[in-house]
Nanobody, 115 residues
Framework: QGQLVESGGGLVQAGGSLRLSCAAS????????INWYRQAPGKQRDLVAA???????NYADSVKGRFTISRDHAKNTVYLQMNSLKPEDTGIYYC?????????WGQGTQVTVSS
């Protein structure tokens, strides 16, 4: 059994910053890749960033140089630091891990960037 819980969303002006957290409960996540997805209103859910258990990272082209994904194994938590936010970054951000046991999703956290 496992669970992913996101936090840290909110309303921010363009150019501002937010840090999202994904708290994982369950040891399976320590050996699994953790992903952040974003779903804008009326659009599909897209991958924003990913981090492997070893710390390798991958980013969508639209966020490269602005977002940083990291993980704290001791806390079993993954972070998404978002800088230089743009209105097009608005959406619900979901934490995900497609483990060997199950494809886990968090409940999502809303990020709204005003222009």
């Amino acid at each position: 059994q496992g669970q992913l819980v996101e936090s840290g969303g909110g309303l921010v002006q363009a150019g501002g910053s937010l840090r999202l957290s994904c708290a994982a409960s369950g040891s399976i996540f320590r050996i699994s890749t953790i992903n952040w997805y974003r779903q804008a209103p009326g659009k599909q859910r897209d991958l924003v960033a990913a981090i492997t258990s070893g710390g390798s990272t991958n980013y969508a082209d639209s966020v490269k140089g602005r977002f940083t994904i990291s993980r704290d194994h001791a806390k079993n938590t993954v972070y998404l630091q978002m800088n230089s936010l743009k209105p097009e970054d608005t959406g619900i951000y979901y934490c995900n891990s497609d483990t060997t046991l199950y494809n886990y999703w968090g409940q999502g956290t809303q990020v709204t960037v005003s222009s």
